[in-house]
Nanobody, 116 residues
Framework: QVQLVESGGGLVQSGGSLRLSCEAS????????MNWYRQTPGKQRELVAL???????NYVDSVKGRFTISRDNAKNLVYLQMNALKPEDTAVYYC??????????WGEGTQVSVSS
């Protein structure tokens, strides 16, 4: 059974940095993309960053130039480096891995809180 575990969240002041990590406990085949989402209470979950099977990345406009998504060679780890954090970045961040065209795995989330 595949399990995704996030780590690295916490409380940081505006302008600070955090690095989120996501580790898969099992082997995952046919990965389409590895992703980070975030969600605040009462809001729809938002795709923040994506890295596809060819290593191409994409970001929501609000984090471009500040966040970087990366993965390791075995594709069992995905990271989100977050710099120049803002209070509006406060959310629960979720790791997500999409496989083929039919399925996906989710982590349980890690809290990121940015104070002003």
């Amino acid at each position: 059974q595949v399990q995704l575990v996030e780590s690295g969240g916490g409380l940081v002041q505006s302008g600070g940095s955090l690095r989120l990590s996501c580790e898969a406990s099992g082997v995952i085949f046919r990965i389409t993309s590895m992703n980070w989402y975030r969600q605040t209470p009462g809001k729809q979950r938002e795709l923040v960053a994506l890295i596809d099977g060819s290593g191409r990345t994409n970001y929501v406009d609000s984090v471009k130039g500040r966040f970087t998504i990366s993965r390791d060679n075995a594709k069992n780890l995905v990271y989100l480096q977050m710099n120049a954090l803002k209070p509006e970045d406060t959310a629960v961040y979720y790791c997500n891995i999409k496989v083929g065209n039919w399925g996906e795995y989710w982590g349980e989330g890690t809290q990121v809180s940015v104070s002003s």
